[in-house]
């Protein structure tokens, strides 16, 4: 095979790779954890000693008498009422803690892979997403959904960052790559398709490397997920421009 073809090749499968990013279970450029808005494993928790618990007792008819020990409840369950309660509370008592649940695809988990097994998520009824559980001598209505109706959305507002990045950037990306190789063919002008089958295939690396990195403690995904997407979003703009040129060259040669 020779070095044209090679170089076809490589970005094909680059270009290809970048296209699919997006719909493949590993989450490139993602979130090691379950996301999405709202938060999926948001825990909430207010004690017997702040109005809020009162209110909502009689509001919806709970017996504060019948509580559940932390005791009775899972590992896991345990964990999410222990850091929930040990949070910093509002100025209305209410404490809050997002559990981060792995997903289900990586290798190497810092935290846990189900979430409690006790406790209702998302939409539910009241007496699903509410629970008065007794600890450290205290009871608290702990909730871990949102009551029906309440206007949960996956829209396309709620989506995680990596859906955008992939949207935005390496979808574009994907396609300009395969484009610039298509006509380097036809050209045999090889620069712009070299460059830009390496920038993508460093990205789809960082990419990959992104979720074990934020595994690892070496970087906070909330942290570097903005400037991630600029970064992407940047270059694919620079590749529209290199496809710009490649086009202007390839159109002014067959002129001639």
Excluded at 94 to 117: A, F, I, K, Q, T
Aim: glycine share 12%; aromatic share 8%.
């Amino acid at each position: 095979m020779d070095g044209d073809r090679r170089r076809l090749l490589s970005g094909l499968v680059v270009g290809t790779l970048l296209l699919l990013s997006g719909v493949v279970p590993y989450p490139v450029f993602g979130s090691p954890y379950q996301t999405s808005e709202p938060a999926p494993y948001l825990h909430q928790a207010v004690g017997d000693d702040q109005a809020d618990f009162g209110n909502l007792v009689d509001l919806y008819g709970f017996d504060p008498e019948a509580s559940t020990s932390v005791d009775e409840l899972s590992p896991t369950g345990q964990l999410a009422v222990e850091r929930t309660i040990a949070s910093e509370p509002d100025s209305a008592g209410w404490h809050r803690y997002e559990l981060p649940v792995c997903r289900d695809v990586m290798v190497v988990c810092d935290s846990v892979r189900e979430p409690p097994s006790e406790f209702q998520y998302g939409e539910a009824a009241p007496e699903d997403v509410f629970t008065i559980i007794e600890a450290d001598g205290q009871r608290y209505l702990f909730q871990t959904g949102v009551q029906e109706g309440a206007g949960l959305s996956d829209g396309f507002g709620d989506q995680p960052t990596s859906t955008y990045l992939w949207l935005f950037g390496l979808l574009p990306l994907g396609a300009i790559v395969i484009a610039t190789n298509a006509i380097a063919q036809q050209t045999g002008a090889n620069r712009v398709p070299t460059v830009l089958t390496a920038v993508g295939a460093g990205l789809l690396v960082i990419g990959l490397a992104v979720p074990y990195l934020s595994v690892a403690g070496v970087v906070s995904y909330d942290v570097i997920a903005q400037p991630l997407l600029i970064g992407v979003v940047g270059a694919t703009l620079a590749a529209v421009g290199g496809l710009v040129w490649q086009t202007i060259q390839y159109t002014g040669a067959l002129e001639t």
